[in-house]
């Protein structure tokens, strides 16, 4: 049953009152999991961490981890290497990971004090030592860039636990159990500018993220680091959840980017790329400055969430204030890939992204998606036009939505413009 | 040197006007008096500030740059009462003190050697009005509620400011010799700006000020005002929203 309200919910509000969301848990139907046994996982981690959205201010945390020997397990969590396979194939790869999972207070992880200070069961007697222990090792895994040997011991069998998650913003994962335990068999591998970021206490999250980004750390790394409380100022570190990380991450890098492009030379052309991957359709347009942006989505009929209207969420030059609260992570992920672009190309422009996802999609995979697939649409071959007139038209013919003309902000005849035009 | 006495109205003035374009400015400080101009970051809007060394009570300057926090410094002066005059001086640190009554602040300054002049535009535009900034400001509030665009049509006997998304519009008609007064009128001239940019540039024109607005077609609007009795002149630009085909 397919409610007018899915898409606003995408199974995390509960609008429908089944308790579960019966779309994701027909998706759940259809996979075919890894069957994890007995009450113990011993294998390797890619590392893979995970904060839980549910209970704030108390948080679960823990490790994902495979109890199935997999060749290069840093794979499992690597977009890139996701892309290429199909849905059934991403959800049984991804199953193969066993989240464990702990509850903390947000707070635990900003008592870590300077290296050599005492530790945190001192000054706190009443914390619980299984908490710091596990938040301890979820921290080191956080850190790494190559697996980690990692033992979790758990409260129940495997076999009586719902063998997969599914989630619309975050990465399909495999069942997940209370620990009892967390053991790591290896130490991290820690990147110099992941070391040289997490320990220091007095730079912001954002700043520590956008260094890490341009000395070359993933955007999953950074993710993970953000989630466990392992950047921002020292007695500001929280634990924050995977969903709100990925998001934050997103954003804070765009918006890196954002200052960047308003200072390069104006775009002189109008841009359109195309792209498709698991049913998520890509246009992305590019005009001249002033800076703005603007994203418009549909999820047709036999779509994960049925058949929706168009919205859209946008920004000015002078950007925004409040969440893009219609489109979701999937704004910021597309926003952080567009600009980039502009960045790359040295141009600084407008941006309209559109996306229309259609039957294929039949199982949330979390917004990599977007942001991986409009990297490589824009990576593509660019059609050219001279004046917003012809670039309106060609978008009209190639998109597969009806209603897009009545929404957009930018797409139309009527042009913002910066003085530069006018000098 | 730097050493200035100056109404704490005034620099509240001076500051306002610079705080809906950019956070951080480069404040030329001459023999004359100062200058500011800058840019938005996206290059939608723009100021060119100056006030003359007769708003001072006191003014001993060696030509120099400052660089300031816009925003610091209108929370900076919400410590003093209207009346109050403003003490400020740069210390041996290269701070800025800046003194009030009883209060003293220290400020460190930014850094402005990275800031460049912008380029301005040169604009020859056809109309040019005097108006009081309620009456725009009218217009500009009450469109907020249906469009994110306003329109400018100047023709010989009114100015006719209108805006409009799908079935709601407004209208508000300015006649001449009435609400407004020509200064120059070439041709008719029309041209649409961001309400966004608009309002905010309104905030820091005040309310109840005299006015001179210059309309082109499909061409920047430009915005001129006295303020600190007639010892302080501003002007802003504003990039339009042109209609193509």
Redesign the interface.
């Known amino acids: 049953m397919v409610f007018p309200y899915c898409h606003k919910c995408k199974g995390t509000k509960d609008l429908c009152g089944s308790g579960r969301c019966p779309l994701l848990e027909e998706v759940r139907g259809k996979i075919q999991p890894m069957a994890g046994t007995g009450r113990s996982v011993d294998g390797a981690s890619p590392p893979s961490v995970f904060v839980g959205s549910f209970g704030y201010p108390k948080l679960t945390i823990g490790p994902l981890t495979s109890p199935t020997p997999v060749p290069i397990p840093e794979r499992l969590e690597r977009s890139d290497f996701l892309y290429e396979r199909s849905i059934g194939d991403i959800y049984s790869i991804r199953s193969s990971l066993v989240r464990g999972k702990y509850k903390v207070d947000v707070g635990t992880a900003g008592n870590t004090g300077p290296k050599g200070s005492a530790p945190l069961y001192d000054i706190e007697p009443k914390m619980q030592i299984r908490g710091r222990k596990i938040l301890d090792s979820v921290q080191e895994l956080s850190l790494s860039s190559r697996h980690i040997e990692t033992e979790m011991k758990l409260t129940r069998d495997l076999r009586k636990i719902e063998p997969v998650s599914v989630d619309a913003i975050t990465m399909p994962m495999g069942p997940s159990v209370d620990l009892r335990s967390v053991s790591l068999h290896e130490n991290a591998k820690v990147p110099a500018a992941v070391e040289r970021s997490s320990s220091d206490d007095d730079v912001t999250a954002s700043v520590a993220t956008v260094e890490m980004y341009d000395s070359g750390i993933p955007t999953d790394h950074l993710v993970r680091l953000l989630s466990v409380g392992m950047m921002g100022e020292g007695r500001r570190r929280r634990l924050v959840p995977t969903r709100w990380s990925i998001t934050a991450v997103d954003d804070t890098l765009s918006l890196d980017k954002k200052?960047k492009v308003?200072e390069l030379p104006p775009l002189d052309r109008y841009l359109l790329y195309e792209g498709e991957r698991f049913g998520n359709h890509f246009l992305i347009a590019f005009f001249p400055?002033?800076?703005r942006f603007e994203m418009m989505e549909q999820w047709q009929q036999g779509s994960l969430w049925g058949e929706g209207d168009v919205i859209i969420d946008h920004e000015?030059?002078?950007g925004r204030k409040n969440y893009a609260s219609k489109i979701t992570g999937a704004y910021y992920a597309a926003r952080l890939s567009a600009l980039e672009h502009l960045e790359m190309i040295r141009r600084c422009g407008g941006i309209s992204v559109i996306r229309w996802i259609t039957e294929e999609y039949w199982a949330p995979l979390g917004v990599w998606v977007i942001r991986e697939t409009v990297r490589r649409a824009l990576k593509g071959e660019a059609l050219e036009f001279e004046?917003?007139?012809s670039l309106v038209r060609t978008v009209d013919r190639k998109c597969g939505m009806k209603g897009w003309k009545k929404k957009t902000?930018y797409l139309n005849?009527?042009?913002?413009?910066?003085?530069?035009?006018?000098? | 040197m730097f050493e200035v006495d100056v109404k704490v109205e005034t620099l509240k003035s001076v500051f306002s006007i610079l705080t809906p374009i950019v956070g951080e400015i480069k404040l030329s400080a001459g023999e004359e008096g100062w200058n500011v101009k800058a840019v938005d970051p996206a290059h939608v809007a723009m100021v060119d500030l100056s006030l003359s060394k007769d708003a001072f009570e006191k003014y001993e300057i060696e030509p120099m740059e400052l660089g300031l926090n816009v925003e610091r410094m209108l929370e900076h002066l919400k410590g003093a009462k209207s009346d109050d005059m403003v003490h400020m001086k740069l210390d041996s640190d290269n701070r800025l003190v800046v003194s009030m009554s009883n209060l003293t602040l220290k400020i460190p300054l930014v850094d402005a050697s990275g800031f460049s002049d912008p380029k301005v535009p040169n604009l020859a535009l056809p109309v040019g009005l005097k108006l009081n900034s309620g009456e725009l400001q009218k217009g500009l509030k009450v469109s907020a509620s249906i469009s994110d665009h306003i329109t400018f049509d100047c023709t010989e006997e009114k100015l006719v400011m209108t805006s409009s998304e799908d079935l709601s519009s407004m209208t508000l008609d300015l006649h001449k010799g009435q609400e407004y007064e020509e200064i120059h009128f070439e041709k008719a001239a029309k041209s649409s700006f961001s309400l966004d940019y608009f309002t905010q540039l309104m905030k820091g024109v005040g309310p109840n000020r005299d006015i001179v607005i210059n309309i082109g077609n499909s061409y920047p609007l430009k915005m001129e005002f006295d303020f600190a009795e007639e010892t302080g002149h501003a002007r802003y630009l504003l990039a339009p929203r042109i209609e193509s085909n």
């Open positions: 200052e308003l400055p002033p800076f000015g030059p002078r004046d917003m007139g902000k005849n009527r042009e913002d413009t910066s003085l530069d035009r006018f000098l």
